[in-house]
């Protein structure tokens, strides 16, 4: 099967930085789509920002400008740069991937385990 990995998240002052990294292993064919989300304590899972194949980067109004996803598709990898944070961006950020496992095989919906981001005002 497929495995993601999250790694960079951690503690950071408002205005700051950080890199997250996803990195996808396994038996993939070939990625469809890789994205970003994050989930804040008592709210639910939202879309941060999309990476889909044939077509452009999509984010939402409160990230745009800020955030920026990019991926590496020799290295299975997305990047999720997020600059100017703020403090509401504190959550936990997961990474999705759409994985076609064979030529003809399904396309399946795959999860990281999550990262935490914290930005402190």
């Known amino acids: 099967q497929v495995q993601l990995v999250e790694s960079g998240g951690g503690l950071v002052q408002a205005g700051g930085s950080l890199r997250l990294s996803c990195a996808a292993s396994?038996?993939?064919?070939?990625?469809?789509?890789m994205a970003w989300y994050r989930q804040a304590p008592g709210k639910q899972r939202e879309l941060v920002a999309d990476?889909?194949?044939?077509?452009?980067?999509n984010y939402p109004d409160s990230v745009k400008g800020r955030f920026t996803i990019s991926r590496d598709n020799a290295k299975n990898t997305v990047y999720l740069q997020m600059n100017r944070l703020k403090p509401e961006d504190t959550a936990v950020y997961y990474c999705?991937?759409?994985?076609?496992?064979?030529?003809?095989?399904?396309?399946?919906?795959?999860w990281g385990q999550g990262t935490q981001v914290t930005v402190s005002s």
């Open positions: 990476f889909t194949v044939g077509r452009s980067t």
């Open positions: 999705n991937a759409d994985v076609r496992l064979g030529i003809l095989g399904p396309l399946n919906t795959y």
């Open positions: 396994g038996t993939i064919f070939r990625i469809d789509s």
